[in-house]
């Protein structure tokens, strides 16, 4: 959440910033801001509502600065308005600072700076920042172990001693113009190389298209950024040996392509995604005289072996993927598998289970309440002293770059490239393969599964990219078409059952999200337990019945509805006459095994969500009160 850009270099600062922000405008777009320095002034500008508005207020300003910082914000303290826009000031305005996170003790700073004289005038936590290092400047204290021409550093140093919570910061100071000081403390937040220039941003999008060298700060680290070089320091003061990497990222990834909006494009990725799963983790070579696990995972045998539960710990669409994987892990690698809200465990977990695997799957590796449950969860068992409940982690993650891996030991990389939509698609698809993946992997191992049904499911995974491609093609009129019907709907609701009950709640809420309709995933079989009284003709039956083990079940719960007067649509196995019969408009998909059909069920869903919200003229991949990476509590 929230969205941190900063430049020092030759170049103009102001529009790099500003290009920057628009990548980062999916973290956060309540409001947006930059603060540069040149000649002498420190100048701010600040914007409620989207980034444009702050564009449409610089245009036409000269500014030559070569240093500046911006935000794009998600409001966590104060109401998104003009005030509380980063970035923040100290009474004097010679100070800015932007800031992602939380300041949790901001409340007990604020008395205390607001005795000593400091004038406030936000209802934010980072205000306070910027007022404790003026503080420190003006009355140094402690250990300063750093030079006279670092008494930015120093007074900044200080200040991050002080503040409780997670966060990321970047700040200037007019006294000190060739300076950009940027902090690290549980909010992401890299640095880019250049020829005698710095940038820093909270994801690497942001400086993609000048640098490719990036560093990525820890946690507990604070850097001095000046045209001569950078420094990093940890916060007791002492200097670190830091290199950059070089990213292989490809600045396309951040265009639309020719499509209307990002989420259009990433569904439309989607059959290359699982392609390049397929590529990366599956052994073309292997058949069942082969002697070795199918699956390429690299993940060591201490790990996976001699496994007596699975606990995943997850939120939003990564928790619908997980509940896919339990039931994958259960039904084909034999294994009892739970699945947590990471936000929920993190303060009622459940006892601890011996020889158990946790995994944490977050598409973008910064959840905020997924890394504290993992780390909570490490901490706990590494602590029990029984080798029995020793911790074994697992990441599942887009952003092998992420936070998400400083934590756990291991990781499987998604590998669906760069996701800018703030609703995940194509990230959770790559999701569920890393679960296909990892429950064939431990079925092999646990031999759980005959050889001849492994390869029945691997020849059924291969399909899947020409499958997708199908469903793309045939159904996108159709769906776009089948949206107008639904200009008015105020409710919906979606069933499903055994492994497509997750897809179900993930229809509902793609559609919640984009759409702001009013929608339901429910186990087909639980309708009549109570949802079913709210069906009537105005409340459309999404149902998802593929063949396999509850088909007929699912049709019966169609049924049920129909009679309760509910349009049905039904994403159903293509040429199925008894899906003809029972839905009144059909999202026909291959008819494949029952346990890979999720990743072919889901895609409808995807587009019936997207046509219905671009149709009512929402801003799709923007909507209102998200940000793509919920970087705080
Ligand atoms: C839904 C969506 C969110 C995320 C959730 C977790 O479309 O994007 O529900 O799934 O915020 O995010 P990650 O996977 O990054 O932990």
């Known amino acids: 959440m929230c969205g941190i850009v900063g430049y020092i270099g030759t170049q103009a600062a102001s529009s790099i910033l500003i290009e920057g922000l628009k990548t980062l405008e999916y973290r956060g777009y309540d409001s947006a801001g930059v603060a540069t320095i040149s000649e002498g002034q420190l100048q701010r500008t600040r914007a409620k509502g989207k980034l444009k508005n702050l564009q449409v207020k610089l245009e036409g300003l000269e500014d030559p600065a070569r240093l500046g910082i911006g935000h794009t914000r998600w409001a966590t303290h104060g109401k998104p308005e003009e005030h509380n826009a980063h970035p923040h000031t100290d009474t004097k305005e010679r100070i800015a600072v932007v800031q992602n996170g939380i300041i949790e003790n901001y409340r007990e700073l604020r008395e205390e700076l607001k005795a000593k004289g400091h004038e406030f005038r936000s209802d934010t936590d980072t205000e306070v ?16 172990v750093l030079t006279e021409q670092s008494r930015l550093l120093e007074a900044a140093r200080h200040a991050m001693t002080r503040l409780e919570g997670a966060f990321a910061i970047a700040l200037i100071s007019l006294d000190f113009p060739d300076e950009l000081i940027v902090v690290r403390q549980q909010a992401p937040l890299v640095i880019g190389f250049g020829q005698g220039e710095f940038f820093c941003a909270s994801d690497t999008p942001a400086i993609m298209p000048y640098t490719q060298a990036v560093l990525t700060l820890e946690n507990g680290e604070i850097a001095r950024l000046t045209p001569l070089g950078a420094e990093v320091y940890d916060f007791t003061g002492h200097r670190l040996k830091k290199y950059p990497q070089t990213l292989n990222w490809n600045p396309i990834m951040v265009e639309k392509q020719g499509f209307k909006h990002f989420m259009l494009k990433e569904i439309y990725e989607q059959p290359g995604v699982v392609r390049t799963c397929l590529e990366t983790y599956l052994d073309t070579a292997w058949d069942t005289q082969s002697s070795h696990s199918p699956i390429k995972l690299n993940l060591p045998d201490a790990l996976l072996d001699d496994l007596q539960h699975v606990q995943i710990l997850a939120c939003g669409t990564s928790w619908h993927a997980s509940l896919v994987g339990k039931y994958l892990l259960e039904q084909v690698s034999g294994i009892p598998t739970v ?5 929920e465990f993190r303060y009622a977990p459940a006892p601890l289970m011996p020889h158990t695997l946790t995994i944490g799957v977050t598409q973008s590796g910064e959840t905020a309440d997924t890394l504290a449950a993992l780390d909570m969860e490490q901490q706990r068992r590494s602590k029990s002293g029984n080798a029995d409940y020793s911790p074994r982690m697992l990441g599942i993650t887009n952003r092998a770059d992420s936070s998400l891996s400083r934590l756990v030991p291991h990781i499987v990389d998604t590998k669906a490239g760069l996701e800018i939509g703030v609703a995940a698609t194509k990230t959770f698809v790559a999701q569920l393969m890393a679960f296909y993946f990892l429950s064939l992997d431990l079925a092999y191992r646990r ?20 499958q997708l491609e199908l469903v793309l093609e045939s159904q996108e009129r159709y769906v776009e078409e089948l949206s107008h019907d639904f200009s008015e709907t105020r409710d919906f609701i979606f069933i499903g059952r055994g492994i497509n009950y997750p897809i179900a709640l993930e229809g509902a809420l793609k559609l919640k999200e984009i759409s702001y309709i009013h929608a339901e995933g429910y186990p087909a079989g639980e309708m009549k337990h109570g949802p079913i009284a709210l069906l009537d003709e105005k409340v459309p039956v999404v149902a998802i019945a593929t063949k396999g083990t509850v088909y007929e079940k699912v049709l019966s719960n169609a049924q049920e509805a129909k009679a309760r007067d509910a349009r049905l649509i039904g994403v159903v196995p293509m040429n199925d006459p008894d899906a003809e019969e029972t839905f009144d408009a059909l999202l026909p998909v291959p008819n494949v095994d029952e346990l890979l059909s999720p990743i072919l069920t889901v895609v409808p869903l995807q587009l019936l969500s997207y046509h219905i919200a671009a149709r009512r003229g929402l801003d799709v991949d923007q909507p209102r009160n998200l940000a793509k990476s919920v970087t705080v509590e």
């Open 129 to 144: 920042i910027p007022h404790l290092i003026a503080e420190y400047l003006e009355n140094p204290t402690g250990d300063a």
């Open 339 to 343: 699945v947590q809200y990471a936000s």
């Open 447 to 466: 031999q759980a599964i005959s050889l001849e049904r492994l390869a029945e499911i691997i020849e059924g995974l291969r399909q899947l990219p020409a």
